[in-house]
């Protein structure tokens, strides 16, 4: 199993962040999730919130989405946000 998440973070504008992650947590219409290395295939709605990254150099980056979707699959994650701050 890989030791990281290959993540990318999108608007309709732009790309937003990508890189290397260890844990990312956001906020689901379910409810919140984090998702770590080996995580099962997910596609969620994202509701107004945060989205936190943890980095794989061990510091954090932090998004404020507001709506969007978060997609996970084979260690990959694509967080479509509608916009971003």
């Known amino acids: ?23 990312i947590s956001a906020r689901t219409l379910e409810g919140d999730i984090g998702v770590l290395p080996g995580h099962a295939p997910l596609l969620g709605v994202l509701v107004d919130g945060q989205v936190t990254i943890q980095v794989a150099d061990g510091t954090s980056q932090e998004f404020k989405i507001h709506g969007g ?11 479509l946000g509608e916009s971003t701050d």
């Open 1 to 23: 199993m890989s030791t990281n998440l290959t993540v990318e973070v999108v608007s309709p504008e732009k790309r937003v962040w990508s890189g290397e992650a260890k844990m």
């Open 69 to 79: 979707f978060i997609s996970v699959s084979n260690n990959r994650v694509s967080i």
